[in-house]
């Protein structure tokens, strides 16, 4: 199965700031990067997603950047703010497979 | 327009009876998977199935667990006999297609074994 990396586990940034997570994955053939978010007691939520054939997606704050030949994307969000404090999942789906294998997870941390 | 939907949300058992946690999907959404978080963990996939069929159990373990998705109803994990390390978040994603498809999850069932 698919092998994915997180970094770092833990993040603290100022608020207004930016926030940077990184992951890499083992199979070459990973076409689906989505990232979710989750708060405390709650739920994966999908917050953005990417797939193979494209190299970057912007959503308001929040920014996905993926470069296959290194086999690693990342996860942007800008102008940070206390709302953002959660923890944040990378995944990734193989070719022709259905299972979302996730990162360890990083829990960000938004100081007023 | 209503997310995907898990009950109970927070279940306590003792070592040694039964647990049976319910998941709907999503509207028009005929594909289920149940995920596993242990805690301070990452979500580990567990069974995958479509409407009277499992697709996929390998992340599940042999023993006390079982998957069901019926024609008419909600998806159930059963877990018999449960034991302390069984206690986690169990997670209910939904999808209306599969290969590569966006996963939607509901909020959880926390289990708690005693």
């Known amino acids: 199965g698919e092998n994915v990396e997180q970094h770092p586990s833990t993040l603290s940034v100022q608020e207004g700031d930016s926030a940077v997570i990184k992951c890499t994955y083992s199979d070459s053939a990973s076409n689906y990067f989505p990232w979710y978010k989750q708060e405390l007691g709650k739920g994966p939520q999908l917050i953005i997603d990417i797939r193979s054939n494209v190299g970057e997606k912007k959503d308001q704050r929040i920014a996905v950047t993926l470069n296959k030949t290194a086999k690693h994307f990342s996860l942007h969000i800008t102008e940070t703010q206390p709302e953002d404090s959660a923890v944040y999942f990378c995944a990734a789906i193989w070719t022709n497979d259905y299972k979302l294998s996730f990162g360890a997870g990083t829990t960000v941390t938004v100081r007023a | 327009n209503a997310g995907v939907m898990q009950n109970p949300r927070h279940l306590v058992r003792r070592r040694g009876q039964e647990a049976r946690l319910r998941c709907s999907p999503m509207k028009g959404h005929s594909h289920v998977y149940w995920y596993r978080q242990l805690p301070e963990e990452g979500l580990k996939f567990m069974v995958y199935?479509?409407?009277?069929?499992?697709?996929?159990e390998s992340g599940m373990p042999k023993e006390r667990f079982s998957a069901e998705f019926p024609k008419e109803g909600p998806s159930i994990l059963r877990i018999q006999q449960v034991v302390r390390g069984d206690s986690a978040a169990y997670f209910c994603?939904?999808?209306?297609?599969?290969?590569?498809?966006?996963?939607?999850f509901g909020p959880g069932t926390r289990l708690l074994v005693l």
């Open positions: 199935l479509q409407k009277e069929n499992i697709i996929d």
């Open positions: 994603a939904s999808s209306p297609g599969a290969r590569a498809e966006t996963q939607y």
